[in-house]
């Protein structure tokens, strides 16, 4: 009986090769393909609408714009149904169990994204040279790889060490639930895993670290079906830190020590020098920020409060070497008793000594400003530095 079953099943296997050949193929694309109508969607019933799984593979992060609020990646939007009228018995065709055909020849689901950058066009729209893949019990798989620029919401507020969501929907333009209905395997949102992925196929951003994903199916208005992806990105901020925050706290230190300097013209130079880096700092980070005032990055208020200290010290350094070398029997103004602090009454005239005594008490004052400035610029580029390091 063995020996039966072993012949029966030798039997069959050259029978099985030499039958896949192209005639068959040919015939049961004919079959297939022969009388159907690619914009009317596969149900067997019309009063129910057909079922689209949706998933999404990430494979790049090519570019976040925070200047223009665009995001840019490259991934495979798979989209998977059946189809009734593509099923066949591979016993008939030679065990031919998959096909391939034209995604211009059958029906597939359109799915548009609803936050373009530039004109919105379905997913594959445009590549002609994709197929739908169709197994011997109707499943379908259609899986277009696209770059996709889509708007994103970007918020700088913790800038350099912030965190975007960027959220992506795909939608069938203009089709209801009852026509068609997006699923995926996540009823709610629901963090998927892409490290293997991540790690494996996709080029890793050196501006952007993916933290995860998140997928889910909704209606709009209870009608419209739509697929949503957020995007967890989270920013490198080293190369700021190093060409931004380094400089800037360094510079800081340099505008104490203007006022250590003795009361010479060179003075005013070095401190109209320190002035021009904090401007050039500033101008730095404000050409990567969107030209908006909501929300503004706390760095920018950090370098503002330097420039404004930067000069401050300016113009003390002018005023100061104004008052160093005035002659005898000047009288002291108001506002400069005030703000030397010193104990001469104003409108009292001075002489050269006195006057310089004024200058070295301004100077001093002038100091502590800049040291208590110093602190707090300080404790806050340290508490960015523990955010960075503790809580990203």
């Avoid at 009823?187 to 998927?192: A, H, R």
């Avoid at 969107?290 to 950090?302: A, E, H, K």
């Amino acid at each position: 009986m063995k020996y039966l079953v072993f012949l029966a099943i030798v039997g069959l296997l050259p029978r099985h090769v030499q039958g896949r050949n192209q005639s068959l193929v040919d015939e049961l694309y004919k079959t297939l393909l022969n009388g159907q109508n690619k914009n009317i969607r596969p149900t067997v019933n019309h009063s129910y609408p057909t079922e689209v799984r949706v998933s999404f593979e990430l494979l790049e992060i090519l570019d976040v714009d925070e200047f223009m609020g665009k995001l840019s990646i490259s991934g495979v939007l798979i989209m998977a149904w059946n189809d009734h009228r593509m099923r066949w018995n591979p016993l008939d065709y030679g065990g031919v169990d998959t096909i391939y055909v034209s995604s211009s020849e059958t029906w597939k689901p359109d799915l548009v994204l609803t936050e373009p950058v530039e004109k919105s066009i379905s997913l594959g729209h445009k590549q002609t040279w994709l197929k739908v893949a169709y197994t011997s019990d109707g499943n379908a798989t259609f899986a277009p790889f696209d770059v996709i620029p889509s708007s994103c919401n970007i918020k700088i507020t913790k800038y350099p060490f912030d965190s975007q969501i960027c959220e992506l929907n795909f939608h069938p333009w203009l089709i209801t639930k009852h026509d068609i209905v997006l699923n995926t395997d996540a009823t709610q949102y629901k963090e998927v895993e892409l490290q293997q992925l991540w790690e494996s196929f996709a080029n890793d951003n050196a501006e952007w670290r993916l933290v995860g994903t998140k997928s889910a199916t909704f209606l709009v208005k209870n009608l419209y079906s739509y697929y949503r992806l957020n995007l967890d990105l989270i920013r490198r901020p080293l190369f700021v830190i190093v060409n931004v925050f380094i400089p800037i706290y360094f510079l800081s230190y340099l505008n104490v020590l203007s006022f250590k300097l003795p009361a010479i013209p060179e003075r005013v130079t070095f401190a109209m020098t320190i002035l021009l880096a904090f401007v050039f700092f500033m101008t730095t980070v404000n050409d990567n920020m969107p030209r908006n005032s909501n929300p503004i990055p706390l760095i920018c208020y950090l370098l503002m409060g330097n420039l404004v200290i930067s000069t401050f010290n300016v113009l003390m350094t002018v005023f100061n070497l104004y008052i160093k070398d005035r002659p005898d029997g000047k009288t002291i103004p108001r506002l400069v008793a005030f703000v030397s602090r010193t104990k001469i009454k104003a409108g009292t005239p001075l002489s050269t000594s006195q006057w310089q005594e004024v200058s070295a008490k301004l100077d001093r004052n002038c100091l502590l400003i800049s040291k208590v400035w110093l602190i707090f610029s300080s404790l806050v580029f340290s508490g960015f530095l523990v955010y960075w390091i503790f809580f990203t």
